[in-house]
């Protein structure tokens, strides 16, 4: 089992002087799911090397048993220090991909050109694609064969309205998650906020925060076994 995570290279949160990246939760926890299952995982990003760590997700409001994990698992700061270049890889040579959130995604992995190729050879392979979080704005320039929108019709979850008002980054990202959603035609619907909730349809699989990235990975696990 050949899982691809692909992470975001943008580190600069809007006109703020603030720092943006990945969300640590939503790679750690996910990864141990598909590792500790034998998975083997493979690392990418759109410039390669060490993806941006979004430092909020390292304060300790935000530490669960995945995330301790990580800081003490120097084997994966490694690995996550060597993300090859999403350019240089293909899905034929993985069963499913997965996306970790943090706001980064919004502004670079929604329009990599590599990126939404990607989606759609896993998608017309059939394959398992799945994300968490802000990371479902990867979905949002992909189409289907027919040219029409991946999320079009299709049931999705993501980062809420609401929640992105309960950090105060509503002015500050360059969309809200669950509009854009909607706009495509996505069938978008929420749990509660900051409580785990995932979304399945066919073999697209969408979690809504932080809480929700182990249930993302579960779920594809199920589809790949």
């Known amino acids: 089992m050949k899982v691809l995570f692909v992470l975001t290279s943008h580190d600069k949160l809007g006109e703020t002087d603030e720092k943006t990246g990945f969300w640590i939760e939503e790679f750690a926890a996910p990864y141990y799911v598909f590792a500790d299952h034998n998975a083997q995982v493979t690392l990418a990003s759109p410039k390669g090397g060490q993806p941006p760590i979004d430092p909020k997700s390292a304060l300790p409001d935000f530490q669960t048993a995945a995330t301790q994990r990580f800081d003490s698992d120097s084997d ?132 809504q925060n932080p809480a929700s990235s182990e249930a993302v990975a579960e779920v594809v696990l199920s589809l790949l076994t």
Request: net charge negative; hydrophobic share 35%.
């Open 76 to 207: 994966l700061k490694e690995k996550l220090s060597k993300t090859v270049k999403l350019s240089e890889v293909s899905a034929d040579e993985f069963d499913a991909i997965f996306y970790p959130g943090g706001h980064g995604p919004l502004w670079d992995l929604t329009h990599d050109r590599h990126s939404i190729a990607l989606i759609e050879a896993f998608v017309q392979q059939g394959k398992p694609v799945s994300a968490v979080c802000h990371a479902p704005a990867v979905f949002l320039n992909v189409t289907k064969s027919d040219n029409t929108p991946l999320v079009s019709g299709k049931k999705v979850t993501g980062f809420s309205n609401n929640e992105e008002k309960a950090v105060g980054l509503t002015d500050v990202v360059p969309f809200l998650l669950e509009d854009e959603l909607r706009n495509k035609g996505g069938e978008y619907s929420q749990g509660d906020d900051w409580s785990p909730y995932c979304v399945t349809d066919g073999m697209l699989v969408t979690g």
